[in-house]
């Protein structure tokens, strides 16, 4: 993957370019950002650049036999960690999955755990990064580069790593092989241990910038200007919120439905209508419980900042606006806070694999108390 084909982050291409250029490469480095941002895709590309054995000064030749390897995702010194579910017997490491992960891959650069979790059929379980997978590690690192150049190590979502992994991930990363790069991909890196953060150099990833998601959904999806704009402007710099919107509405539709129906039940005290609520919120899968509040979070905040007035700081789309039009008085300076924090404990919750139904019920008796408030 060429630089070119990443999305917009002119500044970050130019900082890893730089230091490629330089020889100043750490051995780790760690990329921020939503994966919507396009943290993946940044890294498929410096590997790219790398690895590349006729590399220009701005992007890897797309051409040498390097370059068709990893563009093919078969080039022997370029390794792939990522989470996956547990098999029930036997060990489980990302390579299990490895067939999935590269078909994945090889269609697209932008995809988020929820999508992955589709593609390995397992929605209703928890992703991690096993145990088994340090001997992986180990084994894949230990081998000497076949092509005599550089080893690259892509770790996706190493947050979702814990015990015997991330320690062998640190003891790595503390006697750094030479010619041996790791590129970390992570969402949340304040869940990373501070000793991991502390052996990479960090890069933050930030959001796309409004101009550069219009001019790729207008490339890439042939949205018309005009289109391409509303699309943008509401996708919060995530390329994959943009598809999202105009691939997958009926996603959409429904996590505001859901926030819709919440919010009347409440408002009308029907406990029997919460009830029915909590229990259709407890039927999704896990990652989609946590994107639905995630989503819900973010439109109690929109609803907050609607009633100041400043359509240039409002993130909505029509149909939430339609909504916030009756709504957004109820979400006021006096529970906003609160109503922050009980939705960002449900999403602990849910993390943490309480009862999903009680989770819900509860989050919706708190919404029947701060709507009055
Ligand atoms: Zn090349």
């Known amino acids: 993957m060429k630089f070119a084909d990443v999305i917009g982050q002119k500044e970050v291409k130019d ?3 730089a230091q490629v250029r330089a020889g100043r490469l750490p051995h780790a480095l760690l990329l921020t950002g939503d994966t919507g941002y396009g943290t993946l895709a940044l890294a498929l590309a410096l590997a790219s650049y790398v690895m590349c054995s006729q590399k220009g000064d701005n992007d890897s030749c797309g051409q040498c036999p390097e370059c068709v390897k990893t563009d093919k995702l078969i080039h022997p010194d370029l390794h792939f960690s990522f989470p996956v579910i547990k098999k029930s017997s036997g060990k489980t490491t990302s390579d299990t999955y490895i067939n999935e992960w590269l078909t994945q891959l090889g269609s697209d650069k932008y995809f988020d755990l929820t ?7 397992t929605e209703n379980k928890q992703a991690i990064i096993p145990d088994d997978e340090a001997d992986n590690i180990i084994r894949k690192l230990s081998l000497s580069a076949y092509e005599g150049g550089w ?4 770790i996706w979502l190493p947050e979702r790593m814990n015990g015997a992994a991330a320690n062998t991930l640190l003891k790595t990363l503390e006697e750094p092989s ?3 790069l790791f590129i970390l991909c992570s969402e949340h890196p304040e869940m990373l241990l501070d000793t991991i953060v502390s052996r990479t150099q960090r890069v933050d990833v930030p959001p796309l910038s409004t101009e550069d998601l219009c001019q790729a959904l207008t490339e890439r999806r042939g949205l018309d200007n005009d289109t391409a704009m509303g699309v943008a402007r509401v996708a919060g710099g995530s390329w994959l919120k943009a598809l999202k919107q105009i691939c997958d509405s009926d996603d959409s539709k429904a996590k505001l439905n859901s926030f819709m129906q919440l919010m009347r ?3 009308m005290r029907d406990l029997n209508g919460l009830m029915r609520w909590s229990e ?6 896990r990652e989609q419980q946590k994107e639905y509040l995630t989503y819900m979070l973010h439109l109690l905040r929109e609803n907050f900042i609607y009633n100041f007035g400043r359509s240039e700081l409002n993130f909505m789309t029509p149909q939430e606006r339609d909504f916030a039009y009756k709504f957004a008085r109820f979400i006021n300076e006096r529970n906003i806070k609160q109503f922050s924090e009980e939705f960002a404990h449900a999403l602990r919750d849910v993390a943490g694999n309480v009862f999903g139904r009680t989770i819900f019920f509860n989050l919706a008796l708190r919404t029947i108390i701060l709507l009055r408030a």
Do not use: E, F, H
Request: aromatic share 8%; no cysteine.
């Open 151 to 154: 080893k690259v190590m892509i």
């Open 115 to 121: 999508d992955w979790l589709r593609v390995i059929g």
């Open 265 to 267: 039940l409440a408002y």
């Open 15 to 17: 900082v890893l370019l």
């Open 280 to 285: 259709s919120m407890a039927s999704l899968s």
């Open 178 to 180: 030479p010619k041996t």
